[in-house]
């Protein structure tokens, strides 16, 4: 009788704060902001007719902008200003593997999305990847409390540093800025830093991850 092969556990990324397979994501996150250009393009060339597809609060009809809104922009600069930040924290958001990054914008972006359109100002049209961006970056922030590792503790002090002035950007006032996108965006971000750490303190074996 042959012994049975022993099963290799699961890899542990939860103390990671770079991916393990960097091409992968910096291919998915160039990939995605290459799409938000195009798109952006599509819009110039036809009038800037894709930025009706946007949030429209508490319309039915513009309730199908919380899949779009995060792919549209209001013209170049918009788009330019939300560029670096979307690279940056995208990327970083690669750590804890693929599958946790797939789980984490889908979070940010329907939670996010269903937010604004709960509470946006009525009328108005809501769109942008600001409120994915400030839901990647709260997520940064606490997934290393969350799941209780130093390294993603300290590169939160690092993005901290550097974007924690973004955070500004929940708090009404500024004219033309969707603080309710970046608002319910941030609380998103926490929201899935709480999961991933639930998810990484299970024992291999118990459940869905």
Partial sequence: MQPLPVPTPP???????????????????????????????????????????GIVPREWSGLDGVLWAPLLHLGWDHLAANTVPLLVLGFLCFAGGLRQFVAVTATVWIVGGLGTWLTGESGSIHLGASGLIFGWLTFLLVRGIF????????????LFFFYGYLLWGVLPGTPGVSWQGHLFGAVAGVVAGWLSGRASRRPAGSGLA
């Fill in 11 to 53: 890899r542990d990324d939860s103390g990671r704060i770079f991916p393990a397979q960097p091409k992968q994501a910096a291919i998915v996150i160039l990939g995605f902001a290459a799409l938000l250009y195009l798109l952006e393009l599509i819009d110039a060339i036809f009038g800037h007719a894709l930025d009706l597809g």
């Fill in 147 to 158: 799941v209780r590792r130093a390294l993603p503790i300290l590169l939160a002090v690092v």
